[in-house]
């Protein structure tokens, strides 16, 4: 081929590749790489990084084309759009995650149509989750969400809260406590991302320290995956690199 160049007559170069290019097993594959190579960074063997989808606002078909490419995780947060699709995806065998704040007159539908909640921050909803698991199916396996942000908006409990409610949860039958949670305030600087996260897995360790069993820290998003791993996350919940960007702001 013979160079040439952009004259006027030849059309404009086509601009770089949005990151949500390519089908979706290649996103897939691209974001396990990105896993792949942090947690070589961190010295950490990958399989120790679970990949959970966060799929919501992306419809059933989305959901089961990225199935299809060997994602089993799947989290959702918000409840109606989940059981819909858990309706939709019967015949696949996929595992889901609830990751989103949990009103009081929904953790009965939780319970009883998710393997796993990453967003527990408050011992009332524990309470409730653990009474309303059905008896036929193993604990719910639970992750308390810690805010370390220190933003009373969002989410989370406390880190000087931490304790007691660890406690207290660690102690309902219907609930298996797995570790924490966090969403931090984002932040650019790879630092800055690390900072936080590891101020989740301080709290982390200092709940073993006190006894707790414990295996996982549920951290990182599309933007910060490289801290998170760095920072000992063992599930990255990932939605915009596997799915593009989401049209409603959720
Ligand atoms: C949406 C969401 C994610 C995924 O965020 P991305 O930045 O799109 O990767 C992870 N965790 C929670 C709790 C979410 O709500």
């Known amino acids: 081929m013979i160079a040439m160049d952009n004259g006027p007559d030849f059309p404009k170069l086509e601009p ?31 399989a120790t990084v679970r990949l959970l989808a966060a799929s919501k606002t992306f419809d059933a078909a989305t959901v089961r084309a990225m199935a299809a490419c060997g994602q089993q ?18 015949d696949l065998r996929l ?11 929904k953790t009965r539908a939780i319970a009883e149509n998710f393997s796993w909640v990453h967003s527990v921050d408050r011992l009332k909803i524990a309470e409730r989750l653990s009474a309303q698991r ?24 406390a880190v000087a809260e931490l304790p007691a ?16 949670m966090a969403i931090p305030a984002p932040a650019t600087e790879l630092a800055a991302q690390r900072a936080a996260f590891r101020q989740v897995r301080e709290a982390y360790e200092a709940l073993i320290a006190r ?37 409603k702001n959720a």
């Open 165 to 180: 409610l660890a406690k207290a949860v660690s102690k309902l039958p219907g609930l298996q406590l797995r570790g924490l």
């Open 16 to 46: 770089a590749p949005h990151p949500f290019a390519g089908t979706p097993c290649e996103r897939l594959r691209a974001v396990q790489a990105r896993i792949a190579h942090a947690a070589t960074d961190a010295g950490r063997d990958a």
């Open 211 to 247: 006894g707790h069993v414990l295996d996982t820290l549920s951290m990182g998003m599309s933007a910060d995956i490289e801290a998170a791993i760095l920072e000992g996350a063992t599930i990255v919940r990932i939605g915009t690199a596997l799915f593009g960007e989401r049209i």
């Open 134 to 157: 059905p008896s036929g199916l193993p604990p719910l396996q639970v992750c308390i969400e810690l805010n370390v942000s220190g933003e009373a908006s969002k989410g989370g409990v």
């Open 95 to 105: 595992v889901w995650h609830f990751i989103g704040p949990i009103q009081s007159n």
């Open 73 to 90: 995780a799947f989290g959702e947060n918000y409840l109606q759009e989940a059981l819909d699709k858990q309706a939709a995806l019967r």
